[in-house]
């Protein structure tokens, strides 16, 4: 009850102190006010890798339009992900926290999963729409697929998308649109337990079930063709876009109009599909005359199943680098300088924190927030450095499995997650390391090959203490999931 009270009274005074603001203001200058703010646009790919786009050096593949984003922003180097898999660092963005301290740490949601995101927590939807944000969720969620936990319960305006992976299936406690699309010899009554082959999921808008099963080849193009006439529609208005691609999660699906394509395959195309969609973005939002008021945020959920890692070790599922360092672009015309690179630690989490205090206010008082303020690595601020003393390694499973502070990674916890399918010509999983800790020097050796803990026993032991610190603090300051 305590925390549903900090959370109504914070988003309650938030609101009342921005409309008194603006209402303190004449008719014009709410107008200026409301144009003053910046818009945001994120952009999460789902188990895109490190190597998988041109600019992080991909050959056989080709994203000219991230490229050139990249070009005329900044591309970030070290952005991590604390936990390798999905659901964990969706929760990460929305509420700025490690997985761990709010109970989402553990695997992915699947449809006979009672948990999802705890309605008691802040997430950036909410803090943006009580300032006047326009908000939508278009595309993958995969925080909890009951009606409390979806986005529009959550901060979103709307939804338009699917409520976890692609390779799941149609949960049985669905509530289906009067004029749902259906497979042919389907009806809602024989699909009231649930549908039963995987790879056939819902597409839902907002709380109800549209089409079922969705068809997964024309996915990207559909959330395109949402996002842009969101775009479009609230041009004249603050706005938080966040567009969670499908792909390239498996199983992939293309449309005539891209197969074929790539040099790199089907996997490729989906890529390069990608690649189209954030152009198609790029274009209404210079098209509306909004380029130099809108951040625009590239990035992935993990590492790669089946893509590339570029020069980083391990995979998705892994707490190599391959599986929890992430592709990062972000381009703001006259505020991110063009063509920039960031060496920063920089994290998923602090996404919220920074999106706040660029919309004019602070991430929530009431509860811990993990993720800091990066505004100043984004604008390239003379001398900016992360923020983050160290940031901490979580398995697929929620265990503490490391941590890095400056340029040295300290690997305590082993475990790896590999995906469930892997293209013919993906790498085997790394073979496991003698037991014992695992220190690497990320600055001369970013492929995570020489283990020098014997040769810097007090970077282990001043690592190993910040690990504990930190062990000790989440588990006397995490809150508890949601649940059915």
């Known amino acids: ?226 996002a842009c006439k969101f775009i479009a529609a609230n041009k004249d208005k603050p706005f938080f876009l966040y567009l969670p691609h499908t792909m390239p999660h498996y199983p992939l699906h293309i449309s005539e109009k891209f197969k074929g394509k790539s040099a790199g395959g089907l996997f490729g195309d989906v890529i390069e599909c990608l690649d189209w969609s954030t152009g198609q973005i790029l274009k209404t939002i210079k098209d509306s005359g909004i380029d130099g008021r809108t951040l625009v945020i590239y990035t992935s959920d993990n590492g790669a199943a089946a893509g590339s890692s570029g020069p980083l070790k391990g995979k998705k599922g892994s707490t190599w680098e391959g599986g929890v360092r992430e592709p990062c672009i972000m381009r703001w015309p006259g505020k991110v300088p063009a063509g920039s690179v960031c060496k920063e630690i920089a994290t998923i989490m602090d996404v919220l924190p920074t999106l706040a205090k660029l919309a004019g206010t602070n991430a929530p008082t009431d509860r811990v927030i993990d993720g800091k303020d990066i505004l100043p690595l984004i604008t390239g601020q003379a001398g900016a450095k992360t923020p983050h003393e160290a940031f901490f390694y979580h398995t697929a499973m929620g265990k503490l499995a490391g941590g890095r502070s400056g340029k040295w990674k300290l690997r305590i916890d082993t475990q790896e997650y590999p995906p469930k399918k892997k293209a013919k010509n993906a790498p085997a999983t790394p073979p496991a390391p003698p037991p014992g800790p695992q220190l690497y020097d990320l600055e001369a050796d970013l492929g995570e090959k020489n283990n020098v803990a014997a040769e810097h026993p007090d970077v282990v032991k001043r690592l190993t203490d910040l690990l504990e610190k930190f062990d000790a603090e989440i588990k006397a300051n995490s809150r508890p999931v949601g649940r059915i």
Not at 9 to 33: E, H, N, T, V
Not at 64 to 76: L, V, Y
Not at 116 to 143: F, M, Q, R, S, V
Request: proline share 6%; hydrophobic share 40%; glycine share 8%.
């Open 1 to 226: 009850m305590t925390a549903m009270l900090n959370r109504r009274s914070f988003l309650k005074s938030l609101a009342a102190g921005a409309a008194a603001i603006m209402f303190a203001r004449p008719q014009w200058a709410r107008a200026a006010d409301e144009k003053a703010k910046p818009n945001f646009v994120f952009i999460l790919a789902d188990d895109q890798g490190y190597g998988d786009l041109g600019c992080y050096g991909a050959a056989k593949i080709k994203t000219p339009n991230i490229d050139h984003m990249a070009a005329e922003g900044m591309k970030f180097t070290d952005f991590y992900v604390s936990t390798p898999v999905c659901t964990p660092t969706r929760s990460s963005l929305m509420t700025g926290c490690y997985p761990r301290r709010i109970g989402l740490e553990k695997h992915v949601l699947f449809p006979n999963s009672v948990i999802g995101l705890n309605p008691d927590e802040i997430t950036i939807a909410e803090l943006l729409k009580a300032l006047g944000y326009a908000t939508t969720c278009i595309g993958k969620w995969h925080l909890g697929h009951q009606a409390k936990f979806l986005p529009t319960r959550q901060g979103f305006d709307s939804f338009f998308g699917i409520p976890f992976s692609n390779d799941m299936s149609l949960p049985a406690d669905m509530t289906f649109a009067k004029d749902v699309k259906l497979a042919e010899g389907m009806t809602v009554e024989n699909l009231k337990g649930g549908g039963k082959a995987g790879n056939t999921v819902p597409l839902m808008r907002d709380l109800e079930v549209i089409e079922y099963p969705v068809d997964q080849t024309t996915l990207t193009e559909r959330y395109t063709e949402e």
